[in-house]
């Protein structure tokens, strides 16, 4: 690993570690809206743009999203109980919202690892293989844990995050939310 990869690496971790300390969410210029059981929405009119989704995913391929669609990007680890725990319903919903682009950002991890990860689980979705794009979160709604899934508006806006393991009944109603948006 070469010493600036190192060093994103080691900055993203203190983020994740000091993120997944703080006791709340600002409510003040932010625009942030704090909810329940660690998700947070953020209002329409005050919503950051995400850095463009791209890069090389787990089997070597460019990943290409559909332009002008809802987004669903979910930060995992292979070794991560809870990811374990939420990947068969991720992949029934990446079935399910055909007209949502599904793609996963590998962190902390090894390819051999993940690709039997996503074997066991028969995820369809890519997944991405570069920590570096979580460190270009930081201006709108970053992962502050793993498991994290943000929602991304059609104009890749960040609209929702979940910080920890999703759950169907949670995970749909913010997601139809954003859809019903378009």
Not at 2 to 13: A, E, G, I, N, T
Not at 70 to 96: F, G
Request: glycine share 6%; hydrophobic share 45%.
């Amino acid at each position: 690993m070469s010493q600036r990869k190192h060093l994103l690496f080691v900055c993203l971790l203190i983020t994740l570690v000091v993120s997944g300390c703080a006791s709340g969410i600002s409510n003040g210029d932010t625009g942030y809206v704090a909810g329940t059981r660690g998700v947070t929405l953020v209002e329409k009119n005050k919503r950051v743009s995400a850095p463009e989704i791209v890069g090389k995913t787990l089997d070597g391929t460019a990943l290409i999203t559909k332009p002008n669609t809802v987004t669903v990007v979910n930060v995992w680890a292979s070794w991560c109980s809870p990811c374990r725990a939420e990947a068969p319903l991720l992949q029934d919903l990446s079935v399910k919202y055909l007209n949502v682009n599904f793609v996963g950002i590998l962190t902390r991890d090894n390819l051999s690892a993940a690709k039997s990860f996503v074997d066991n689980f028969k995820i369809t979705y890519p997944s991405l293989i570069d920590d570096e794009i979580l460190l270009k979160f930081k201006s709108s709604l970053s992962a502050n844990a793993i498991p994290t899934t943000l929602i991304l508006d059609k104009n890749n806006r960040v609209a929702v995050r979940f910080s920890g393991a999703i759950t169907a009944v949670g995970f749909e109603k913010y997601l139809n939310q954003v859809l019903g948006e378009m």
